[in-house]
């Protein structure tokens, strides 16, 4: 299984961040796994931020979910992240996942005016 993220890199304050995972070697509606976005702050750990499971259904960490949406395009076996009212903390590089087993390279988000 292979995963591509890819974003626009810089986000100003307050605006909305869209990132795609395309993925290759597995399906996101049959590869029976969680496919999950995860990121990590500069100097900081990994940060779990939510899941879609392969039936559909979606998952967020709490401090999260008021401002994350995860979702997919079947055609396309594609995956999708959407954060709303960015703020700087959220700059660090954000990474999609199958399962933890496979990750994408990760792309780098920054959060700058």
């Known amino acids: 299984v292979q995963l591509q993220e890819s974003g626009p890199g810089l986000v100003k304050p307050s605006q909305t961040l869209s990132l795609t995972c395309s993925v290759s070697?597995?399906?996101?509606?049959?590869?029976?796994?969680?496919w999950s976005w995860i990121r990590q702050p500069p100097g900081k750990g990994l940060e779990w931020m939510g899941a879609?499971?392969?039936?559909?259904?979606?998952n967020y960490s709490p401090s999260l979910k008021s401002r994350t949406t995860i979702a997919r395009d079947n055609a396309k076996n594609m995956l999708y992240l959407q954060m709303n009212n960015l703020k700087p903390e959220d700059t660090g590089i954000y990474y999609c996942?199958?399962?933890?087993?496979?990750w994408g390279q990760g792309t780098q988000v920054t959060v700058s005016s």
């Open positions: 070697g597995g399906s996101v509606t049959t590869t029976k796994n969680y």
């Open positions: 996942s199958l399962g933890g087993l496979y």
């Open positions: 879609i499971h392969y039936s559909g259904s979606t």
